[in-house]
């Protein structure tokens, strides 16, 4: 299972941490990932990295203002989303990859293991 929190209100330039408990299962071994859903958009790609933390992988439109990690013995990830934009208003999900994917990919349906979202609003 995967725990999402931190989202919020912020103004436009500001910046939230986004945090993700997951259950060891859930977590050992995979990639972790975040990806996004405006209202009447498809779910998008925002983020992942491996399990060691050695890669990680980003969207071109948050490159440079989101940062990926995690702490493997809390089985946690995190978002650090900086210079935040109102396009960036969305609900955030985190997620965990399939068994035995090592490897980074950009498709929800690469990982089946799914938080229930946490909501960023950005106001500009």
């Known amino acids: 299972q995967l725990q999402a929190s931190g989202g919020g209100l912020v103004q436009a330039g500001g910046s939230l941490r986004l945090s993700c408990a997951a259950s060891?299962?859930?977590?050992?071994?995979?990639?972790m990932g975040w990806f996004h859903q405006a209202p009447g958009k498809e779910r998008e790609f925002v983020a992942a990295i491996t399990w060691i933390g050695s890669s990680t992988y980003y969207a071109d439109s948050v490159k440079g203002r989101f940062t990926i990690s995690r702490d493997n013995a809390k089985s946690t990830v995190y978002l650090q989303m900086n210079s935040l934009k109102p396009e960036d208003t969305a609900v955030y999900y985190c997620?965990?990859?399939?068994?035995?994917?090592?490897?980074?990919?950009?498709?929800?349906?690469?990982?089946?293991?799914w938080g229930q979202g946490t909501l960023v609003t950005v106001s500009s």
């Open positions: 060891g299962r859930t977590f050992s071994s995979r990639v």
């Open positions: 997620t965990a990859s399939r068994v035995g994917q090592v490897s980074i990919r950009l498709g929800a349906s690469d990982y089946d293991s």
